[in-house]
């Protein structure tokens, strides 16, 4: 099973501030998911294939990383970013999860 | 538009079995492997089961986890599928999310869950 950690676990971000989360994996996979999830909501797709922003998703959000390491940046944090964000692979079953990270506003 | 909607939670008792249902539209079921995936109270995801499409032979698999207890199954002509949970555990206790690809491998559409407590 492909382990996904994410870190930071929660962090914090003032409005108009850039923002890197991560996610390494235990072994190497083809390319990452993420996605978002809010206090009381279904998790909605946000980044998927690495790279690219789900529908309707702002293009403050950007994807990248290969092999172990991924990541999601938020150029410039609004206050609607505030969620738990959650990697995901689908590169060998199970399809495994990070754990999350939390994001809140400063 | 995409739409999945799950039913039948409820509270039951360990070792009790219990049934959930996702009724899906928007889109052709046939075509599509569905998945639930589940969240414990105040925790992250853990996928839970896969179903593949007829051509695939209804082929089906299970996070080691619940292997031997849960059973997935899907119904095309009502494009529904299923979670038979049998020998519930305490630790089963989560909102249960059906999820669907479309033909991609990502969950792309949630249903807004079903919540199943298990407890005595």
């Known amino acids: 099973e492909i382990v996904l950690t994410q870190s930071p676990t929660t962090m914090a971000a003032s409005p108009g501030e850039k923002v890197t989360l991560t996610c390494r994996a235990s072994?190497?996979?083809?390319?990452m998911h993420w996605y978002q999830q809010k206090s009381g909501a279904s998790p909605k797709l946000w980044i998927y294939?690495?790279?690219n922003r789900a529908s309707g998703v702002p293009n403050r959000f950007s994807g990248s990383g290969s092999g172990t390491s991924y990541s999601l940046t938020i150029s410039s944090m609004e206050t609607e970013d505030a969620a738990t964000y959650y990697c995901?692979?689908?590169?060998?079953?199970?399809?495994?999860f990070g754990a999350g990270t939390k994001l809140e506003l400063k | 538009a995409v739409q999945l909607v799950e039913s039948g939670g409820g509270l039951v008792q360990p070792k009790e079995s219990l049934k959930i249902s996702c009724a899906a539209s928007?889109?052709?079921?046939?075509?599509?492997?569905m998945y639930w995936v589940r969240q414990a109270p105040g925790k992250g995801l853990e996928w839970v089961a896969r179903?593949?499409?007829?051509?695939?032979?209804?082929?089906?698999y299970y996070a080691d986890s619940v292997k031997g207890r849960f059973t997935i199954s899907r119904d095309d002509s009502k494009s529904m599928v299923y979670l038979q949970m049998d020998n519930l555990k305490t630790e089963d206790t989560a909102m249960y999310y059906c999820?669907?690809?479309?033909?991609?491998?990502?969950?792309?559409?949630w249903g807004q869950g079903t919540l199943v407590t298990v407890s005595s």
């Open positions: 928007g889109f052709t079921f046939s075509n599509a492997a």
């Open positions: 294939d690495t790279s």
């Open positions: 995901q692979q689908w590169s060998s079953n199970p399809y495994t």
């Open positions: 179903i593949r499409t007829k051509p695939n032979n209804y082929a089906t």
């Open positions: 072994s190497s996979v083809s390319y």
């Open positions: 999820t669907a690809g479309l033909g991609t491998t990502r969950f792309a559409y």
